[in-house]
């Protein structure tokens, strides 16, 4: 298949998350809006890139969980297509094989008849979709670590050790003044996948910033951030634009 058709097939997969309207915002957006520093951005394509399976959380609604999430789907490999993790069937034919490796997409961690929201059996099912090769990226109501791992394993009986798939979680929060909100990625968790997550980035605190990490070499991060300067550098903007780059520059 043509670049361009897979990179169209790609975009496709990400506007089908976008429950406000308008355009999709990608990290270009994020990074002017202060969402993400270019720092945490860095790491996030060179982990992405390299195949973590994330999550993104934020207990109230319209904070920006899906478009964070979106916006970090443009950095998976580019062998691997995304997909939708919508019900049993779906995610029992991504379990029979791993060819073509994909990203299952659950649109939230939560009950309810919408599309791609698990919870139960379902979404104890789609937590086992790595073990068949593949990743997951999804978004839930919740702060913290804590919360997100409350919901997960003791609501929904996902073991812990099942949960250290999912290496990457991101926490936003909102502050508002005025008519004006200031949207921004507060912490982040880490699991190389046989530990418990432990935090990777605080926007705050008294040792604010990234810290050494498990997946990510310092020369990994390193040729990241050169990427994604080269990226803003080209005025490349849409979700499309920014993929294009990013398959062109990340190999």
């Known amino acids: 298949m043509r670049e361009d058709n897979v990179i169209k097939r790609h975009c496709v997969e990400i506007e ?3 429950q406000r309207g308008g ?7 994020l990074l002017e809006a202060g969402t993400i520093t270019p720092e945490l951005a860095a790491y ?8 973590a399976s994330f999550l993104v959380g934020a207990r109230p609604g319209g904070v920006g969980k899906t478009t964070v999430m979106c916006a ?16 049993l069937e779906a995610i029992a034919a991504g379990m029979e094989s791993a060819a073509p490796r994909r990203c299952y997409i659950c649109h939230e961690i939560g009950s309810g008849p919408y599309y791609a929201y698990l919870w139960g ?3 104890r099912a789609y937590f086992e979709l790595p073990s068949a ?15 997100a791992r409350n919901q997960i394993c003791t609501e929904n009986s996902v073991a812990e050790t099942v949960l250290r798939r999912v ?3 991101f926490f936003l929060s909102v502050r508002r003044s005025g008519r004006s909100a200031t949207r921004r990625i507060e912490t982040v968790w880490e699991s190389g996948g046989s530990a ?19 997946l990510v070499s310092a020369q990994e991060l390193a040729r990241a951030r050169q990427a994604l300067e080269q990226i803003l550098k080209s005025g490349a903007r849409t979700i499309e634009e920014v993929r294009s780059r990013i398959i062109r520059l990340w190999k």
């Not at 996030?44 to 195949?51: N, S």
């Not at 418990?196 to 498990?214: C, E, T």
């Open 16 to 18: 089908r998350c976008n």
């Open 23 to 29: 355009r999709m915002l990608s990290v270009v957006d």
């Open 44 to 51: 996030a394509l060179a982990a992405i890139g390299r195949g």
């Open 72 to 87: 970090l789907l443009n950095f998976v490999p580019r062998d691997v297509e995304l997909a939708p993790a919508d019900g």
């Open 121 to 123: 059996e379902e979404l």
């Open 133 to 147: 090769g593949h990743t997951l990226a999804t978004n839930l109501h919740a702060d913290t670590y804590e919360e």
């Open 167 to 169: 290496q990457l979680m």
């Open 196 to 214: 418990a997550h432990k935090q990777l980035f605080s926007a705050d605190g008294p040792n604010p910033g990234l810290k050494p990490s498990s």
